[in-house]
């Protein structure tokens, strides 16, 4: 597995796809609706990226395989809160492609580019049902520093 630095290609097809998968997550979360949501995700990133794949201090890579065809993404950048250190603000393995290490190699990788660049800490977050992410993470030796829960009220569920 390496990386390299997206295409302007590559980084226009994953922009697309980051703002369709962000989306319904958004519309769940604040409770409003699909239209509203993209309009957030494309908003977001568009802060986030204010430039696009020139944008400072951000990391926009292709994950290849052992053949140079790209199968996945990763960025890194700046924590997003402004805490120390660097965050993954997206990393994702085309799913054909899961389960052959190429998503530890790639967070190996993430590691190796955050301390060269002066970093000594790396943050992320994963939405709570990605079990197969916690325990990539978790083998890697990350460790969770904060819990955040919501439930949905007015349905049966939990309120008996």
């Not at 597995?1 to 290609?9: A, G, I, N, S």
């Not at 890194?76 to 393995?93: M, Q, S, T």
Request: aromatic share 6%; net charge negative.
């Amino acid at each position: 597995m390496t990386t390299r630095p997206m295409t302007q290609e590559e980084y226009e097809v994953w922009r697309e796809r980051a703002i369709a998968g962000h989306a319904p997550m958004v519309a769940e979360a604040a409770g409003c609706s699909l239209a509203e949501a993209f309009e957030f995700a494309r908003s977001d990133l568009a802060q986030l990226l204010p430039a696009g794949l020139g944008s400072e201090g951000m990391w926009l890579l292709a994950v290849l395989d052992e053949s140079d065809r790209q199968v996945g993404v990763l960025w890194i950048g700046p924590h997003p809160e402004g805490r120390p250190g660097a965050y993954v603000y997206d990393i994702e393995i085309e799913e054909a492609h899961r389960g052959l290490g190429l998503g530890r190699a790639a967070m190996v990788e993430a590691e190796s580019i955050v301390l060269g660049s002066g970093f000594d800490r790396i943050s992320l977050n994963v939405l709570g049902p990605n079990l197969t992410a916690k325990r990539l993470y978790d083998s890697l030796g990350y460790q969770v520093v904060a819990t955040r829960m919501t439930k949905t009220l007015g349905t049966s569920r939990g309120n008996d």
